[in-house]
Nanobody
């Protein structure tokens, strides 16, 4: 059973930065893709950014140019550097990890952007 431990959420003023981290452990199989999703109350969970083992990344249009996802394959850890944060980035951010057959989720970390 894969466990994902997230850290780095919190409160920040508009224009500020935060860095999220997510470390995976316990996987018997290679973790092929890691990423971040976010969710606000009453809405679906949406993709923020994902990255594969080769370092190829994809982003939601709303965060392109502001967020950067990176990955340490040796540690099965994924990072999300969030710059120029906006109030609409406020959400619970969930880490995701995928092996060949299974999808795993972290417990979520709150990010709040307000003045």
């Amino acid at each position: 059973q894969v466990q994902l431990v997230e850290s780095g959420g919190g409160w920040v003023q508009p224009g500020g930065s935060l860095r999220l981290s997510c470390a995976a452990s316990g996987s018997r199989f290679p973790i092929l893709v890691m990423g971040w999703y976010r969710q606000t109350p009453g809405k679906q969970r949406d993709l923020v950014a994902i990255i594969n083992k080769g370092g190829v990344a994809d982003y939601a249009d709303s965060v392109k140019g502001r967020f950067t996802i990176s990955r340490d394959n040796a540690r099965d850890t994924v990072y999300l550097q969030m710059n120029s944060l906006k109030p609409e980035d406020t959400a619970v951010y969930y880490c995701n990890a995928r092996t060949a057959g299974t999808n795993y989720w972290g417990q979520g970390t709150q990010v709040t952007v307000s003045s």
